[in-house]
C-alpha cells in the first residue's frame, strides 16, 4: 500500500508547487497589462516580478524548518491559503508599493510549498528513484507556468491583471484543499523534531559541497530568468508577437521543459549523479545563448523558434540541484536544507529580475543575453570538486554496519560528498 501510495504524494505535491509557480511565474505571463496597468518601464517591470522571489527568499529557511518540526501538511496547507488571502486583495490596492508589499507578502506565504513539497517526495521514494520522482515534482513549476502563460493572459486582456490575480488565488485553495486530503507522513518515517530544532544555518552554511551545489543553481538561475520572466515581454517587445502569441509560445516552452526535467531525473538515476548531467546541461545553455544572440537581430518566427529551445535546455536541470541539496542533509534537517538551496536559488532570481530588465533597458537583449552565457558557465564549474555516490538504501528496520549511528538523512541514505573535508559538521 504504501507503495503505491507514493505517487499519490507525488501527484499531490507536484500539483501543489506547480500552483505555486502558476503565481510567481505567472505574473510574467501577464507583463504587457501589468505595464499598462501600471506604466512601467522595463526595469520597474523587473522590480514588481522580483516582489514574489523577494518574498520567498527572506521566508525560505523558515518554512523549511517548520516542516522539519510540523510536517509537510499543516505547512502547504498554510503557505497555499495564505497566499490565496493576499493575492485576492492585491486588485484593489491603490499604489504602487503597497502592491510591491503585497505581492513580497504572497511570495512569503507560498514559500512553504517549495521546502515541504520536496521533502514529501524526498520521503516516499528510495534513493535510486529520487532523481525520476523529484523530476516530475520539479516539472509541476514549468507545467504551472504553462498553464498560467495559456489561460492568464486571456484573462488579462478581458479584465486587466486583477482578473488574473483572482484566477489564481483560486488554484492556491483549491490546491490547499487537496494537500489537506491526501498528503501524509510515510509509515516508516522516524520522529526527527529534536534533530530539527537544533538547525542552525551556520552549520549549513560550513557544508562546502552543499554550498557549491547551492551557488551552482544561484548561478544557473541568472540564464533562466531570460525565458521565465522576460520571454513574452522580449517576443512582444523583440520580435513583435502579440502578447498571446508569445504566451503560447512560453506556454509550449515550460511544457517542453517540464518533459525534459523528466528525462532529466531519469538520466542521473541511471548514472548514479546529479552532478554530472548538470554540467552538461550547463554548458549546453551556454552555448544555446550564443545562438541565441545573433537571432535576436531577426524578426518573426526564426525569434520565437530559437528561444522555444533554448528554454527548454535553460529549464531542465533544476530538480538536480534540487535532490543533490536534499540527499546532502543529515538527519531530520531535510526541510531546513532544502529551504536555504532555494534561498540561494530565488534570492538570485530576484536579482537576476532586476539585472535582466536594468541590463535590457541600457544595452539592449543581444549583449544581455551574451553576458548571461558566463554564469551558465560557472554553474558548471563550481560543482566540478564535488564528487557523489548514490546507493541503494537499506530495508526499513535492518541496521547497517554501524547499528548505533543513524542515516545521514530522514530519508534513505543517497548522496555522500567528497572529499570529506569539504563537508561541514553535521550538528
Same mark, same amino acid.
Given at each position: 500500500m504504501a507503495s503505491r501510495y507514493r505517487w499519490v504524494i507525488l501527484v499531490v505535491g507536484a500539483g501543489a508547487q506547480g500552483s505555486a509557480a502558476a503565481f510567481y511565474l505567472g505574473l510574467a505571463t501577464i507583463a504587457p497589462a501589468l505595464r499598462a496597468d501600471y506604466g512601467l518601464s522595463l526595469t520597474g517591470l523587473g522590480l514588481l516580478l522580483a516582489a514574489p522571489l523577494l518574498g520567498l527568499v527572506l521566508t525560505l529557511v523558515r518554512w523549511g524548518q517548520a516542516t522539519d518540526r510540523f510536517g509537510e501538511r499543516p505547512v502547504m496547507v498554510l503557505a497555499l491559503g495564505g497566499c490565496a488571502a493576499v493575492l485576492a486583495v492585491v486588485p484593489v490596492l491603490g499604489p504602487l508599493p503597497v502592491v510591491f508589499l503585497a505581492l513580497v507578502a504572497a511570495g512569503a506565504a507560498v514559500a512553504g510549498v517549495n521546502s515541504a513539497?520536496? =521533502? *514529501?517526495?524526498?520521503?516516499?521514494? !528510495?534513493? =535510486?528513484?529520487?532523481?525520476?520522482?523529484? *523530476?516530475? =515534482?520539479?516539472?509541476?513549476? !514549468?507545467?504551472?507556468?504553462?498553464? *498560467?502563460?495559456?489561460?492568464? !493572459?486571456?484573462?488579462?486582456? =478581458?479584465?486587466?491583471?486583477?482578473?488574473?490575480?483572482?484566477?489564481?488565488?483560486?488554484?492556491?485553495?483549491?490546491?490547499?484543499?487537496?494537500?489537506?486530503?491526501?498528503i501524509r507522513e510515510p509509515p516508516d518515517r522516524v520522529s526527527t523534531a529534536g534533530a530539527a530544532g537544533r538547525t542552525r544555518v551556520v552549520d549549513m552554511l560550513r557544508n562546502g559541497s552543499f554550498m557549491r551545489v547551492c551557488a551552482a543553481g544561484s548561478l544557473f538561475v541568472l540564464p533562466q530568468v531570460v525565458v521565465t520572466g522576460f520571454g513574452v515581454e522580449l517576443l512582444h517587445d523583440r520580435a513583435g508577437y502579440a502578447p498571446a502569441t508569445a504566451a503560447a509560445l512560453l506556454a509550449v516552452t515550460q511544457v517542453a521543459g517540464a518533459g525534459a526535467r523528466v528525462l532529466v531525473g531519469w538520466w542521473s538515476d541511471r548514472v548514479g549523479s546529479r552532478l554530472r548531467p548538470f554540467r552538461l546541461i550547463a554548458y549546453a545553455t551556454a552555448a544555446a545563448f550564443a545562438v541565441l544572440v545573433p537571432v535576436l537581430t531577426a524578426e518573426g518566427a526564426v525569434v520565437g523558434a530559437v528561444l522555444v529551445a533554448t528554454g527548454v535546455v535553460a529549464v531542465c536541470w533544476n530538480g538536480l540541484v534540487f535532490v543533490a541539496a536534499g540527499e546532502m542533509a543529515p538527519t531530520g534537517r531535510v526541510g531546513a536544507y532544502l529551504g536555504l538551496q532555494n534561498t540561494t536559488m530565488f534570492g538570485a532570481s530576484t536579482l537576476a529580475s532586476v539585472l535582466v530588465g536594468a541590463g535590457a533597458d541600457v544595452a539592449g537583449w543581444p549583449s544581455t543575453v551574451l553576458v548571461l552565457t558566463v554564469p551558465a558557465v560557472a554553474a558548471a564549474l563550481v560543482t566540478r570538486p564535488v564528487v557523489e555516490t548514490i546507493r541503494e538504501p537499506r530495508p526499513p528496520g535492518r541496521p547497517g554496519p554501524a547499528a548505533a549511528a543513524p542515516p545521514p538523512s530522514h530519508v534513505p541514505p543517497a548522496t555522500t560528498a567528497a572529499p570529506e573535508a569539504d563537508r561541514g559538521p553535521e550538528r
Open positions: 513539497s520536496g =521533502r *514529501a517526495v524526498l520521503s516516499w521514494f !528510495p534513493a =535510486r528513484g529520487r532523481g525520476l520522482a523529484m *523530476a516530475v =515534482r520539479q516539472s509541476a513549476v !514549468p507545467i504551472g507556468g504553462a498553464l *498560467a502563460a495559456a489561460t492568464l !493572459p486571456t484573462l488579462a486582456a =478581458r479584465g486587466g491583471s486583477r482578473a488574473a490575480l483572482w484566477a489564481v488565488a483560486g488554484l492556491e485553495v483549491v490546491t490547499a484543499v487537496a494537500v489537506a486530503v491526501w
